[in-house]
């Protein structure tokens, strides 16, 4: 029987506000409010989408005074990056063996 994971990181990216606060949190370190003030969402679905992102191990946060600042995780983006890695070498290597198959022929 096989275990469910959830959804991977590019599913979760797959909604353009969480792509969109990846993309604010890329930038530098940010609380809820400051993402809420740059977005075209609420502050309450800014949340919502901050813990599926810290769900998927995405974001982390941490307290500073009343509020929390969440920032990316690089360990959950560089599983990414490596992911996209991985695809574009297979590509690289499908378009080599292409080549040298026309080349034999």
């Not at 590019?10 to 969109?20: F, H, K, M, T, V």
């Not at 810290?54 to 360990?75: F, M, Q, S």
Request: overall charge negative; hydrophobic content about 40%.
């Amino acid at each position: 029987m096989e275990t469910y994971r959830g959804p991977d990181g590019w599913e979760i990216l797959g909604d353009p506000s969480r792509r969109a606060i990846v993309e604010c949190l890329a930038r530098r370190p940010r609380a809820v409010g400051e993402l809420a003030e740059e977005l075209p969402i609420s502050r309450p679905a800014v949340s919502q989408h901050l813990r599926v992102l810290k769900d998927a191990g995405l974001v982390d946060d941490e307290a500073a005074g009343t509020r929390r600042v969440y920032r990316l995780n690089p360990a959950g983006v560089s599983a990414l990056r490596d992911q996209l890695d991985m695809f574009w070498q297979r590509t690289l290597r499908g378009f080599e063996e292409i080549v040298e198959n026309e080349e034999q022929a």
